[in-house]
């Protein structure tokens, strides 16, 4: 008896409750279990009416290995997955297993983030599928250390990554990548009319980078170099850890520096425009106004 004098009920065996709630008994078998012996609907060879430009798996979560050149120098995380191939209008589809049999592969000894790796991954799978192409696409968080300005307090930041690689046979690699990371801007406006203060925001800064054919992770760290792009050109940057006299020297900095959403795109765009190993981008601010009920935004594109 428990403490409310309720008698203890007495269940039925765990079979009997299966078969209470649906399950039955398994059916007769007829087809084979021999993979030689079993149909393989995808290798159909026929007038499938079109080309697919891309099939294959995404949302496949996977630890990865990040190195990076600033601390923690090497971090793990987990990036979200998409692989493809295109598929020859005579071919009715493709091998969805082969992705991850190669994704498993790979990660044996640690799955790293870097160029060098994921051109090795593309061409391979195009290979292992029987295809002329592949592209792999990564997406994941990044930490990075971020100390308070005056008393040097460290904590860690981080911005959304994604990594993609394109491989043909007869063209190559094609590489881009991309960033969304937060940053304080300050109202130039609000500052200019105002008699004291000035209104101010949090601003998120998407940057989609094309990389030339000859670049290498051991060049550049490429994530440093965005990152900087956008955070040294707001009005602050974000901190994680702010102690009051680090507090006052990031206010100050940002009343000093005040940004527009339209000044934000133009001046991360120099930025990417400077660097070597850039051949495109795409710039989007967004600013998520303080005072108003909309957010504020301003997007830019260049092809070198």
């Not at 998409?82 to 071919?91: D, E, L, V």
Request: aromatic share 8%.
């Amino acid at each position: 008896m428990n403490s409310n004098n309720i008698p203890r009920k007495t269940l039925p065996t765990k079979e009997e409750r299966h078969k209470l709630f649906g399950t039955v008994e398994p059916g007769p078998k007829h087809k084979p279990v021999e993979k030689e012996k079993m149909a393989d609907l995808q290798n159909i060879q026929k007038d499938f009416l079109f080309e697919l430009d891309e099939v294959g798996i995404t949302n496949v979560k996977y630890p990865i290995i990040i190195d990076s050149a600033t601390a923690p120098h090497s971090q793990t995380s987990v990036a979200s997955f998409t692989f493809t191939s295109s598929i020859q209008q005579s071919s009715k589809g493709t091998n969805m297993s082969r992705f991850m049999e190669q994704l498993a592969a790979y990660s044996v000894n640690g799955f790293h983030a870097d160029f060098s790796m994921l051109k090795e991954f593309t061409k391979e799978l195009a290979e292992r599928l029987g295809q002329k192409d592949a592209k792999i696409t990564i997406q994941f968080p990044w930490f990075y250390e971020r100390k308070g300005p005056s008393t040097g307090i460290a904590g860690l930041n981080h911005a959304d990554l994604t990594m993609e690689v394109s491989y043909n046979q007869d063209s190559g690699y094609i590489m881009n990548v991309g960033m969304s990371v937060l940053i304080t801007t300050l109202c130039p406006c609000s500052k200019e009319i105002s008699e004291y203060s000035a209104h101010n925001q949090r601003g998120n800064v998407r940057m989609e980078v094309s990389l030339s054919n000859d670049f290498t992770d051991l060049e550049e760290d490429w994530k440093l170099a965005l990152l900087e792009a956008a955070e040294s050109n707001a009005s602050a940057r974000l901190h994680p850890i702010l102690k009051r006299p680090d507090e006052k020297m990031v206010t100050e900095e940002a009343y000093e520096n005040p940004r527009f959403v339209e000044d934000m795109a133009r001046l991360v765009a120099a930025d990417l425009y400077e660097l070597p190993y850039v051949t495109g981008f795409k710039v989007s601010c967004q600013n998520e106004e303080s005072i108003h009920m909309h957010d504020a935004i301003a997007t830019i594109r260049f092809n070198k």
